[in-house]
């Protein structure tokens, strides 16, 4: 397979421009840390951006930060942690999901794909934090959107149409994100031993309450099987944990995670989990560590259902016991990571009709080659969504030359 590394932005242009006129498609990558997501994709050519890995401009009095789009996500991370803020919407790491290689992810990934963590519900997504970027389309074309500041778009809001395009509407050189404050402290609530259904009313009381509840989960029992990061410490060995953060300054969260616990107390007894284990707790349900790669399901496809939170229980809990699966919920039940044995079709029909009929969708996040080359990897939309979607990517690439078959058969 050629790869073509990149210097800068007009290498970018230079290399999309060649594709065209050699009618060869053009596989997009930092560090590959997610290439195992999506369909087999229709290229043996591949654009390497991890060169352009720099930080351009960090304003922590401005919160915001500009770095090139292959700059490696653990340092920026770890640079805007220094200065004591983050990434709200809490990016996923699915390193060990699929296992590869731990802090491999860029920041252009990290938009492309749009995973957010369990702050997703306060917080908002990746496109909602994506101020501005530098990109060239499939026409081998620069172009700039969005600016520097949180109110600077006249006109459409091109920007956010890259959160989630998996690379398919242009290749992204440079990204403008907001950042905010980490909370000085957290407190996390646990219940143990309820049932999914009870799990899923607990989750929306607390989410109505007046209490600032910025993550809600449910790890049933069965998905404990390992150590998984903290979670199984959480409670005895196979009891199910349900999951409250609150975060704010010390005094408040101390006030409101007392003043929760006391709501909660019809559900069973909640005890209260500080920073350390807090951290740990929420990082495992982030990454998904009770599917990782290198556990007991790691050899099951996995699949993300996006679904309304009041479904979520429901939907789960009927999913598990006619596949014989394992789920995980987040976001208040809204998030459901179901891990369903091997099948040559990763139970697809299954999956989607009841995820549609709980009003949902569907995306197979991890599965074997084989399966991702004769399952739709992601929803098929209706028709109507379908014809505008396709209108949309051939006003970026009309070739089809970025990532050509990623996101549906080419």
């Known amino acids: 397979m ?11 242009a230079d290399a999309v421009r060649a594709a065209i006129a050699a009618e060869q498609p053009l596989e997009i990558i930092g560090h590959g840390s997610k290439r195992q997501i999506g369909r087999i994709m229709a290229t043996n050519a591949v654009l390497d951006l991890s060169p352009l890995n720099a930080v ?4 922590p009095n401005e919160l915001i930060v500009t770095v ?5 996500l653990a340092d920026v991370m770890s ?8 990434f709200a919407f809490e990016p996923v790491d699915t390193a060990a999901l699929l296992g590869t290689p731990r802090g491999r992810g860029t920041v252009g990934g990290m938009i492309a794909s749009s995973l957010a963590g369990p702050r997703r519900i306060k917080a908002g997504g990746v496109r909602d934090h994506l101020l501005g970027a530098h990109a060239v389309s499939g ?30 509407l242009a290749v992204m050189t440079e990204v403008t994100l907001k950042v905010l404050p980490r909370a000085e402290a957290e407190r996390t609530l646990v219940l143990r031993g309820l049932d999914d259904i ?11 309450s007046p209490f600032d509840v910025t993550a809600a989960a449910h790890v049933p029992a069965s998905a404990l099987g390992a150590e998984v990061g903290g979670l199984d410490r959480l409670g005895s060995p196979r009891e199910a944990v349900t999951l409250l953060r609150l975060e704010g300054i010390l005094a408040s969260a101390v006030h409101r995670a007392k003043a929760l616990t006391a709501g909660l107390a019809a559900f069973g007894r909640v005890d209260i989990v500080e920073d350390g284990d807090s951290l740990a707790a929420w990082s495992a349900v982030r990454d998904v560590l009770p599917f990782a790669a290198a556990g007991p399901l790691g050899a099951w496809p996995v699949w993300r259902i996006v679904c309304p939170p009041a479904s979520g229980s429901a939907l789960g809990q009927r999913l598990a016991r006619e596949t014989g699966g394992e789920v995980i919920y987040d976001w208040g039940g809204g998030l459901i990571w179901a891990a369903l044995p091997p099948k040559a079709d990763a139970l697809a029909t299954v999956v989607r009709q009841r995820a549609a009929a709980a009003g949902g969708h569907a995306t ?9 080359r004769e399952v739709d ?3 098929t939309q209706a028709g109507g969504v379908m014809a505008l979607s396709e209108r949309l990517r051939a006003s970026f690439d009309p070739k089809n030359i970025l990532n050509r078959g990623r996101m549906t058969a080419a």
């Open 198 to 208: 009870a799990a899923g009313r607990v989750m929306t009381t607390a989410l109505t």
């Open 139 to 168: 026409f081998g074309e620069s172009f700039k959107t969005g600016g520097k500041v949180v109110k600077n778009v006249t006109g459409y809001d091109l920007c956010k149409l890259l959160a989630g395009s998996w690379g398919t």
């Open 56 to 59: 351009k401009s960090y304003e």
């Open 377 to 379: 990897v992601f929803q």
């Open 68 to 72: 090139e789009a292959g700059a490696p």
């Open 364 to 372: 197979l996040v991890r599965a074997s080659d084989a399966v991702r």
């Open 2 to 12: 050629d790869v073509l590394k990149v210097r800068d932005a007009d290498d970018v």
């Open 79 to 86: 640079l805007i942690d220094s200065r004591s803020q983050q």
